[in-house]
């Protein structure tokens, strides 16, 4: 008997459980894994959940009428005036927040009313009505708004408008004079990435947005 076990040792069956462990180990691993992705997909969607719903089109949330100038917006503006003044450039800003009726009259003007055309847009479809767009027009030494794009009063041989327009940019304006189409040169705005159809469904940027570097 003794004799019997000291043969080489019998080829070993195989060994169910132990291949039943990794295969439960495995499972354990993917329940984990999908647990993991569902957790991530779940914090990018929450991360993502305002956008998400600023781009589908039927939501709306209840908004009350924005009557004043975005406060930042209303910041940036006073630095613009002292950062021209420094150059000797004197700015008058000739409209800011306007009313979705104001927007509506300014419509009016050069189609059943008289004076040119200035917005191709109704209540509602200006940033203006948002309070997130300023105008902006240059002041002649005698205090008279002047609307030219070539006038050079500091004699620094540059157009003070375009000076403005720079300085604006800087401080993280973008302007009417650089759009495709329609060109509205005394016109300065601050979107925050929000679209005209997004703040019509009352969607608006947080009072102390934070600026992304473009
Ligand atoms: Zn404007």
Redesign the pocket.
Known sequence: MAHMQQGPPPPLPPHWPQQRIPSRRKRLRNWILLLFLLMLVASIFKSWNDRVERSIPFITKEAPPITALHPYVSLKKDELIAEAAKLGIHILIT?DHRSHEEQDALYEQGRTTKGPIV?HVKGGG???NYGL???FALLTPKGKAIWDLEYDGNRNEKSDWMEVVDIAKGLGFSW?GDWEGFK?Y????MDFGFTISELRRGFRPPDNPAIEAE
Not at 186 to 189: K, R, S, V, Y
């Open positions: 409209d917005t200006s940033y203006h767009a300023i105008d009417g509205d005394p016109h300065l705005q």
